[in-house]
T-cell receptor, first 113, second 115 residues
Framework: AQSVSQHNHHVILSEAASLELGCNYS??????LFWYVQYPGQHLQLLLK??????LVKGIKGFEAEFIKSKFSFNLRKPSVQWSDTAEYFC???????????FGTGTSLTVIP | EAQVTQNPRYLITVTGKKLTVTCSQN?????MSWYRQDPGLGLRQIYY???????DKGDVPEGYKVSRKEKRNFPLILESPSPNQTSLYFC??????????????FGPGTRLTVT
């Protein structure tokens, strides 16, 4: 089975600080990669996704992520966070030959005004 | 409004009493899935369905059943709930499993407590 690791469980930043959340997966084949976000009291929603092509993908709200195949990583970044980015962030993976999804344990981000 | 709905949103039950959590989507999506979210474990996939009458096990299917008789509905059945099934459950759907449509839309969650 595949697995997804998110090493940062809780992150606290001040507004305007830069953000990088780590995501590593274990699977040797071709994968599809996702970041989902869950704002307080809201549904999980897609931030961005990678299927193929340019390994640097841009998502909503100024987020981006870089796929580094050699490191099995798909880290999420944002140059300058805002208080409204306070949320829980989940990395997810599925193989492009399967329909099963694997999520990481999530990273809780708190942005202090 | 396009959405995934789940009922009930909160449920407290006792060990062994069969229950069903309903999930419905109004987007004509082919793919539907159930997850459970537990502290420190993230989301784990229970079952998924590629289309009507097509279901398959996810990572943690033990103790659960599903059915997909209609495209819009994907109920989760716990025949004999146990305390270790106390969790937050999410239903999700996506248009298909081809690349362009792989965005999953999640329901609001059902918080289940089994005593």
């Amino acid at each position: 089975a595949q697995s997804v690791s998110q090493h940062n469980h809780h992150v606290i930043l001040s507004e305007a600080a830069s953000l990088e959340l780590g995501c590593n997966y274990s699977y040797g084949g071709t994968v599809n990669l996702f970041w989902y976000v869950q704002y307080p009291g809201q549904h999980l929603q897609l931030l961005l996704k990678y299927f193929s092509g340019d390994p640097l993908v841009k998502g909503i709200k100024g987020f981006e992520a870089e796929f580094i195949k050699s490191k099995f990583s798909f880290n999420l970044r944002k140059p300058s966070v805002q208080w409204s980015d306070t949320a829980e962030y989940f990395c997810a993976v599925n193989s492009n030959t399967g329909n099963q999804f694997y999520f990481g344990t999530g990273t809780s981000l708190t942005v202090i005004p | 409004e396009a959405q995934v709905t789940q009922n009930p949103r909160y449920l407290i039950t006792v060990t062994g009493k069969k229950l069903t959590v309903t999930c419905s989507q109004n987007m004509n999506h082919e793919y539907m899935s159930w997850y459970r979210q537990d502290p420190g474990l993230g989301l784990r996939q229970i079952y998924y369905s590629m289309n009507v009458e097509v279901t398959d096990k996810g990572d943690v299917p033990e103790g659960y059943k599903v059915s997909r008789k209609e495209k819009r509905n994907f109920p989760l059945i716990l025949e004999s709930p146990s305390p270790n099934q106390t969790s937050l459950y999410f239903c999700a759907s996506s248009l298909s499993t081809s690349d362009l449509y792989y965005e999953q839309y999640f329901g609001p969650g059902t918080r289940l407590t089994v005593t």
